[in-house]
Every structure is written in structure tokens, then in C-alpha cells.
């Protein structure tokens, strides 16, 4: 089976300070793994997503996050917040046939943009 | 072109009420999916539409949740009879075929809540 550990329900930063959510997932085989934004009152939009390809993702909006198969991560990081990124992030890994058909999540990161 | 729509975006029904919950897809999606986030809790599939068959279902809790894609267009999830631990916000989502890899585009959920 698999799994997604988000660690940190709540992250807090100032406007310009770098974006860390940290995502670790668990798989039996080469995942698929998808980073998604909730933003107030919005349904869940891709960031991005990893297929095997490039370790190193870029999304939308600034962010990228980074394939670790040592690590078993894939952490969403963003260089600069803006107050605009105030959201809840969710990471998710695709299911064992590796066709994305069904997503496993983590339990989601509010993220906070304080000045 | 249009995203995931769903009706409706939000409602309040007592215990043992009847509830339905409808999705249109994107037009031309074949693959319709249904996943649930109940209070605090991680957002969970519960089941998976090849234009009009059910693919898999293994998410669906119990038997008082009934999912039907007539002609394989749009999906209504029927909840009944409603319970307390029913409350959550219910995301529709749908992806055109399914290649190696498919991006699962989200509707902006019905939020239901059981009183």
C-alpha cells in the first residue's frame, strides 16, 4: 500500500522568506508523485508532477519541489513567499499501477504568509 | 473550456436525510473520480468511472453511498440515509485517458454537512 506523510500541518513564513512543506511518501513501486493547492474557498489545483522524469519539478506560480528516491521525498519549496501563496498544500502519490488513476494523500499543510 | 463543475457547493442535512451530490466533468473526460475529505482528515478516493462503468469503488465506506455515471457523462453520489460522520467536503475530479500518466483535474468540492 501507500502512503504520504506530511510533516507539519501548519507552516508559517514571512513575505519573502523561502517555502519548505515537506512531503515522504511510501511505495512498492516507482511512484508518481503530485504536489496540489487548495487556495480559500477553491477546489485543488496542480502545482506539479513528477513522472519519472527530471527529479527536479518545476510548477506553477514559483514552485518546484525535488525527488529524493534516497530520501523518499518529494518537498515542495518555493524561493520567495508572497502573501498570495497563503494556502493548504497537499502532496499525493499515484496508485501501484502507476497510471494516476487513484491518488493517495497526506493530510495537507496550511501555509501562512505573514509580513 | 469549463472545469469539474458541482451542485451543489454546499448544504445542511439532518440525520437520516437523503443527499445527492452531482459532478460534470470536462467534456470528453472518460475517467470521472470521487474523493472525500471528512473533517481534519486526509482527502480519500472513493471511487473511479470509466465513462460509465465503475472501475474500482474500493473507497466507497458502506452501503448508504450509492455513485451512478448515466451515459457516461455526468455523476450524481447519493448519500442514504445520511450520517454525522458523513460531513465533509466531497471533491468530484476527472482526467481525459489514461496514459502512463494523467493529470487529475479537481472540481471545488460540495461541502455536506450532517446535523
Known amino acids: 500500500a501507500q502512503s504520504v506523510t506530511q510533516l507539519g500541518s501548519h507552516v508559517s513564513v514571512s513575505e519573502g522568506a523561502l517555502v519548505l512543506l515537506r512531503c515522504n511518501y511510501s511505495?512498492?513501486?516507482?511512484?508518481?508523485l503530485f504536489w496540489y493547492v487548495q487556495y480559500p474557498n477553491q477546489g485543488l489545483q496542480l502545482l506539479l508532477k513528477?513522472?519519472?522524469?527530471?527529479?527536479l519539478v518545476k510548477g506553477i506560480n514559483g514552485f518546484e519541489a525535488e525527488f529524493k528516491k534516497s530520501e523518499t521525498s518529494f518537498h515542495l519549496t518555493k524561493p520567495s513567499a508572497h502573501m498570495s501563496d497563503a494556502a493548504e498544500y497537499f502532496c499525493?502519490?499515484?496508485?501501484?499501477?502507476?497510471?494516476?488513476?487513484?491518488?493517495?494523500f497526506g493530510t495537507g499543510t496550511r501555509l501562512q504568509v505573514t509580513l | 473550456e469549463a472545469g469539474v463543475t458541482q451542485f451543489p457547493s454546499h448544504s445542511v442535512i439532518e440525520k437520516g436525510q437523503t443527499v445527492t451530490l452531482r459532478c460534470d466533468p470536462i467534456?470528453?473526460?472518460?475517467?470521472l473520480y470521487w474523493y472525500r475529505r471528512v473533517m481534519g482528515k486526509e482527502i480519500k478516493f472513493l471511487l473511479h468511472?470509466?465513462?460509465?462503468?465503475?472501475?474500482?469503488e474500493s473507497g466507497m465506506p458502506n452501503n448508504r453511498f450509492l455513485a451512478e455515471r448515466t451515459g457516461g457523462t455526468y455523476s450524481t453520489l447519493k448519500v442514504q440515509p445520511a450520517e454525522l460522520e458523513d460531513s465533509g467536503v466531497y471533491f468530484c475530479?476527472?482526467?481525459?485517458?489514461?496514459?502512463?500518466?494523467?493529470?487529475?483535474?479537481f472540481g471545488e468540492g460540495s461541502w455536506l454537512t450532517v446535523v
Open positions: 511505495s512498492s513501486v516507482p511512484p508518481y
Open positions: 475530479a476527472s482526467s481525459h485517458e489514461l496514459p502512463s500518466v494523467a493529470t487529475i483535474y
Open positions: 467534456s470528453g473526460h472518460d475517467n
Open positions: 513528477y513522472t519519472s522524469a527530471a527529479t
Open positions: 468511472f470509466v465513462k460509465e462503468s465503475k472501475q474500482d
Open positions: 499525493a502519490v499515484s496508485d501501484e499501477t502507476g497510471t494516476a488513476s487513484k491518488l493517495t
